[in-house]
Each structure stands twice: as C-alpha cells, then as structure tokens.
C-alpha cells in the first residue's frame, strides 16, 4: 500500500526477462529511477501513480511523502473524471467471524482455530458458514479472498504470523 522506489523493485518481487527489458527501453528513452505509489480501494478498483527523474538525477527521497499524498489525490482525482460510483456495500462480518477467517487465512482448520479461539469447533464451522453465505461464495479459498479484497484481513495479517512462526 505504500509507494516504492523502482531501484528496489526486484527486493519485492521477482522481475522476469521482460520487465527487466521494459526498464531497459525506459532508461534508453530518458528514464531514469522512480517511485510508484500503488493503490488498492476496497471492492472497486487499484491504480498507481509513478513520478520519475532523468537517468542523470537523483531521486529526491525527502520529497517521497509529498508522492504519497499526490499519488493517493491523481487516483481520486481519476476516478471522478471517469465517473466512477461508490462501490456497492460488503457483507459484514461479525469480530469473531473475521477472526475464524484469518485463522483460516493462516492455515488453521476449524478444530485448530476452536483451540485457539477457545470455542467449539461446532461454532467455528458456523462461523465460517455465515461467513460464506454473507459473502455469497462456496468454498475458504473464495472467502479468505473475498476479505483480503475487502480489507477485512491483509497479506500482512497472514505473512507477519505466518513470517514468526
């Protein structure tokens, strides 16, 4: 969710031979680093928003958190230009019904997240259960995406636990 400087691209994800090429074309035609600010509404929509300096600049990294604002307004900005409607309401979760659905998200099954939680894993099944047919979907995999869509849980819920174990 925040921004990042392209020099670090490859820390975060692996690049394959054409990305490494569209950087190379970028350099060639007057690019030099970046920085992207990426961003991910809820339900409805992700964008980004690059600001760049020629091969010969330096990045001027004390400007980084004046991006970030910039970026998160040209993405608003963006979509009142292309008319964009609120997005529809999501389901609502209960607390514990997020709750069984992170620990699902972490790999848990129902009777280890009833240890955990302290609760059956009779209310667990449930929990889960209504979970799904508030999301409107059939299986786990559907509804741990369908939270981590809504923002209910995030990458970082599952990764910084599933990284401490």
């Known amino acids: 969710m925040s921004g990042f400087e392209w020099r ?10 054409g990305d490494r090429r569209m950087l190379k074309v970028g350099r060639e035609s ?3 680093d970046g920085y992207t600010v990426p961003r991910h509404l809820p339900g409805e929509a992700n964008g980004s928003c690059s600001f760049v300096v020629r091969p010969d600049a330096t990045l001027p990294r004390s400007m980084l958190h004046i991006a970030e604002i910039v970026g998160a307004i040209a993405l608003a900005s963006a979509r009142k230009i292309v008319g964009a409607v ?3 309401s999501r389901p609502v979760l209960s607390e514990r019904q997020r ?5 699902s998200a972490r790999g848990k099954t129902a009777a280890e997240i009833a240890v955990i939680l302290a609760i059956s894993e009779e209310t ?3 929990h889960l259960k209504l979970a799904r047919e508030r999301y409107d979907v059939h299986s786990r995999q559907s509804l741990v995406l369908c939270a981590m869509f809504d923002g209910l849980i995030s990458f970082a819920d599952v990764f910084h636990w599933w990284a401490g174990t």
């Open 124 to 126: 667990v099944i449930q």
């Open 30 to 32: 007057g690019i030099g």
């Open 86 to 88: 609120a997005p529809k």
């Open 99 to 103: 709750e069984c659905v992170l620990w």
């Open 8 to 17: 670090h691209i490859e820390n975060l994800i692996p690049l394959t031979r």
